[in-house]
């Protein structure tokens, strides 16, 4: 597999400074103090512009003793604001500065032709960035943290080679998607660059596929799919006998609700499943089912991973008509990609079909894949379980009328007896505080999960 060894070589020096003054030197021209002079350090640097208070403050050019050259703001003795610097060995930099380094939104301009255009923090790339090799074509987009690649990014190859996902120090590191100049595509779990973990290879037809796991690279387990012949050789587990027939996969969605990895899902999501996998945001794992309730339509599942995000259920007063919900899933997953998606609604009713105070109605849209996803309320608690919705089209040769957004969840006041039945822990929080719904939803992608169910 193809690694980062050219942002390996180039952040090992990456990134030059320009270097602050100090107060000692003279001054040689003009007014030092509050006015416009120039002044030469006891170091060699020189300086050519605007004072107050005896330090460098505002529009000025530096000239360093290494041969690098500033031009731009300055203030209390710094380079801070606007400015320009050329470096000795030929590179130089455009953007923001801060207290003297390199701060905020800025270009960098290799002399090999390389450059990094993007956020910057104490002198190292640090936020979004654009980083582009002239060497070789290669270049990556996404997050940086503390000079190095961390978080979500694309990184294409001159070769056309193309990954998406998460890397952690340079390397592909969770959950990412490579697609190769052949047009093979794999989809899954990465570790210190290589494929690790619960993955699927798609071949360059676009029609054959297996899942399995890998592990440093290596095909290690065949759990679905037609194998291909070139994996003979390396795979060692034991094939499906009826000619490596594909089980029947269906998907819906759940969410952690404390850190033993415990997970709420619909009982008709788990139902059938012969074995259970997991798809989060940071890792794939295999879960088996604790407990499940086919009248509440209630299900606990339990990774094999245990989990640091976990969501609350709301305390305090119960749902009132009309208020804000959201709720989070993985709806329609081979139409709409594999991504969580977050709608908004209201709770329409506080009763389901024929009054049923188990359940609540809403108007959040949902689709196939929502089941099992948590109702959240404004302060970001678990008010409700998706569970199902109105089947349009029964009712429309029924009454002439085609019904919108009537949709079903279960209350979390079901939920916790049902949890507390079974001895399942969770926590309840008040919901006094009221957040921003993209605040809401970003914490969200931490605890809910896809469910893919292998029938």
Known sequence: MKKFLFFLIILSFFILPCLAFGLEGMCIEGDCINGKGVFISSVGHKYIGFFKGGEQQGQGTALYFSGGKY???FRDGKEHGQGKCTFANGDWYVGEYANGKINGKGKYFFSNGDTYIGEFRDGKEHGQGK???????????????????????????????????DFKNNKREGKGKMVFPNGEVYKGGW?????????MQITSSGVEKYEGEWRQDKFIKHSAGVLPPEYSYTYKGE????????PKVSSGTAFYINRNGHLITNHHVISDCKKIQINSS???????????DATNDLAVIKSDNSYNSHVRLRGGKGVRVGEDIIVTGFPLVSLLGETIKVTRGNISSVTGIDNDTSIMQISAPIQPGSSGGPVLDMSGNVVGVVSSKLNELVVAKATGSLPQNI???IKSLTLQIFLDTHGINYELENSNTKLEAVDIAEKAQGYTVRVKCYE
């Open 282 to 292: 940071k890792v794939d794992s295999e879960a088996k089912v604790l407990v499940a």
């Open 407 to 409: 949709n079903f969840a």
């Open 71 to 73: 031009i731009g703001e």
């Open 239 to 246: 094939r499906d006998k009826k000619t490596d027939k594909q």
């Open 131 to 165: 980083y582009t090799s002239a060497i070789n074509g290669d270049w990556y987009v996404g997050e940086y943290a503390n000079g190095k690649i961390n978080g979500k990014g694309t990184f294409v190859h001159g070769d056309g080679t193309k990954y998406v996902g």
């Open 191 to 199: 570790q210190d660059d290589k494929r690790h973990g619960f993955g």
